[in-house]
């Protein structure tokens, strides 16, 4: 069965720069669209940005537009978010998530692997 880890979460002040990690376990991670959603405390989880299979085309919310960037490596079967001007409103549990389909994709119904999640704390 296939597994997402996620890593690279931490504390940063306001400002700077994380650099998330996804690992895959499977064998056919260049056919997975792949995402990320994050949860603050209270709130719902919301999509961050999300990847196509091959990594050609990408999406993001508006709030990180500009300021994060979702790329992959297909050879290594991880994803990666490079998040920039961090504010403490990007404060909450990363996750990472994998789905069928060419993707990208903003909904979380389109994802069916889920990972366990990456602390992301911005000190004002």
């Known amino acids: 069965q296939v597994q997402l880890v996620e890593s690279g979460g931490g504390l940063v002040q306001a400002g700077g720069s994380l650099r998330l990690s996804c690992a895959h376990s499977g064998r056919t991670f260049s056919r997975y669209a792949m995402g990320w959603f994050r949860q603050a405390p209270g709130k719902e989880r919301e999509f961050v940005a999300a990847?196509?299979?091959?990594?050609?085309?990408?999406r993001y919310a508006d709030s990180v537009k500009g300021r994060f960037t979702i790329s992959r490596d297909n050879t290594k079967n991880t994803v990666y978010l490079q998040m920039n001007s961090l504010i403490p409103e990007d404060a909450a549990v990363y996750y990472c998530?994998?789905?069928?389909?060419?993707?990208?994709?903003?909904?979380?119904?389109?994802?069916?692997?889920w990972g366990q999640g990456t602390q992301v704390t911005v000190s004002s």
């Open positions: 998530t994998a789905g069928a389909g060419p993707g990208p994709y903003s909904g979380a119904s389109n994802y069916n692997i």
């Open positions: 990847i196509n299979s091959s990594g050609g085309s990408t």
